[in-house]
């Protein structure tokens, strides 16, 4: 580190690690162990059964750690998250949910830490009276995940390491909320 | 006054550190601790213009003043993409 007035190292400060604890049992959570889609669509419905119409739909997405990204070989993952302010965005995706489709709910887990190949990153489950509704929820959910969650991903090939950034898209962005819209009602 | 930075991703590892302090005046922006974290880290200077932030764990825009003792993080851009920045 150059030296530069005014800019101190912080030996006291918590690792990132510390502000990743697993939130279980909450519907929106950062977690450290591997999610399961089935088990949040189990508690969506539980929870919807006698809700208004009662709950007719259950949709759920688990994105896997996949063996090859862009033709190299992947060994591993780290998923990587703020975990606080990640919250904080599978909330406002919670809620824009609740506007766009009304009374459907939704459960989003994003797991941290090291994955292996065929390992769940993120489970995401949707809930509805009726099917069209959850599988547009479901896949709204993910979209949006991966536009605004301040999670990361770092690969490690064979041949060496990446961090996978894609374009970030401010979470007031509406061209992006509305392009993440779109692919869910397609 | 003085403020807390917090670096995530790859922006953690080129600066070697998760966390820092950082000195800036009275009336200062999140930008001016971004200036002042890429002039001690001169390699984090690219991703100025790709870099979110957040305030108090709170999403912020860089043009947002910071408060004595407040928490910074700086983000990079999130997974999901394809586009990868200058460096990898």
Redo the contacts between chains.
């Keep these: 580190?150059?030296?530069?007035?005014?800019?101190?190292?912080?030996k006291a400060?918590?690792?990132?690690k510390e502000y990743t604890g697993a939130m279980s049992a909450a519907r929106l959570a950062i977690v450290s162990d591997a999610p399961s889609a089935e088990a949040l669509g189990r508690d969506l419905e539980q929870d919807a059964r006698y809700q208004g119409e009662g709950c007719g739909a259950v949709c759920t997405f688990a994105g896997i750690v996949r063996s090859t990204h862009?033709n190299r070989r992947v060994k591993y993952l780290e998923?990587?998250a703020?975990a606080?302010?990640a919250l904080?965005?599978f909330a406002r995706i919670e809620d824009e949910i609740g506007r766009e489709w009304p009374g459907t709910s939704i459960a989003i887990h994003h797991r941290i830490g090291r994955l292996e190949i065929g390992e769940t990153s993120v489970a995401i489950a949707a809930a509805s009276a009726h099917r069209a509704d959850a599988f547009r929820a479901c896949r709204y959910a993910i979209e949006r995940?991966?536009?605004?969650?301040?999670?990361?991903?770092?690969e490690y090939f064979e041949d060496g390491d990446?961090?996978?950034?894609?374009?970030?898209?401010?979470?007031?962005d509406e061209a992006a909320r509305r392009q993440a819209l779109e692919r869910a009602c397609a | 006054m003085r403020v807390?930075v917090?670096l995530?991703?790859?922006l953690?590892?080129i600066?070697?550190?998760?966390?820092?302090?950082?000195?800036?005046a009275p009336g200062a922006t999140i930008a001016d601790v971004w200036q002042?974290?890429a002039?001690?880290?001169?390699r984090l200077a690219p991703f100025g213009a790709?870099?979110?932030c957040?305030r108090n764990?709170?999403?912020a825009r860089m043009q947002t003043p910071v408060k004595d003792e407040d928490e910074i993080?700086f983000?990079?851009?999130?997974?999901?993409?394809?586009?990868?920045?200058i460096g990898?």
């Design positions: 580190m150059k030296e530069v007035k005014g800019v101190h190292d912080v400060v918590p690792e990132v862009q998923y990587e703020f606080p302010l904080k965005a995940v991966k536009q605004v969650a301040p999670v990361w991903k770092h990446v961090w996978v950034e894609g374009a970030a898209s401010d979470i007031e | 807390k917090l995530f991703a790859r953690r590892e600066a070697g550190q998760s966390a820092l302090s950082c000195d800036v002042a974290i002039m001690a880290h001169p790709a870099v979110s957040a764990e709170d999403f993080a983000l990079p851009p999130v997974s999901g993409g394809a586009l990868e920045l990898s």
